[in-house]
């Protein structure tokens, strides 16, 4: 069970639910931090969304008055994806991305390099989000028995994560490994 809760006393009372897993996570404090590691409860910021309302808030239905609002829940996200990794929380990746702007996913890694380091960025994606869902061994890792799920660059993403950000970088994809996508 997952939950999507951006303050904190939201985030503690999914925590002591019983939930295993928040979404956002933005005014996420030490305490409540420390608690969710002690449970093995995985944080997910969804750093994508925030981005495309501050590039697109008329574009989202929204009045260019909330941009100030939206930067400070940037800052705060920010905030609370180091406050959880000083506690040792399990930390996934997503964008919470809806509608059309699906081809903006990417734009969750590019972001998350600059906060972290290109590779955490991808082992949160890939590893951390397996766990996540209860499929370790299965996907998120290359191994024998695994999905074969795979990406090839047009370039090298952990040296230059801006790559995440255009699809179109995205040269090969494999899917249970049949290809997908080939612009080789």
Known sequence: ????????????????AGVRCVEHGTDLDASTATLMATREVAL???????????????????????????MGVRERMTEALAVAKEAG????????????????RGE?????????????ALVAAT??????????????????????????WNGNPVEDPELFADPANAVLVLKAGRVVKDLR
């Open 44 to 70: 997910v910021p969804t750093f994508a969304v925030v981005e495309q309302l501050l590039h697109d808030t008329a574009g989202a239905g929204l009045d260019e008055s909330t941009r100030d609002r939206v």
């Open 108 to 120: 969750e890694l590019r972001l998350r390099a600059k906060l972290e380091t290109p590779m955490e």
């Open 89 to 104: 929380v399990r930390i996934g990746l997503g964008s919470d991305l809806i509608g059309p702007a699906q081809n903006r």
């Open 127 to 152: 590893k951390t989000n397996a766990e996540i869902l209860g499929l370790s061994g299965q996907v998120g890792v290359i191994a024998p028995g695994a999905q074969a799920d795979l990406v090839l």
């Open 1 to 16: 069970m997952t939950v999507h809760a951006h303050n904190n006393d939201g985030i503690r009372n999914a925590v002591e």
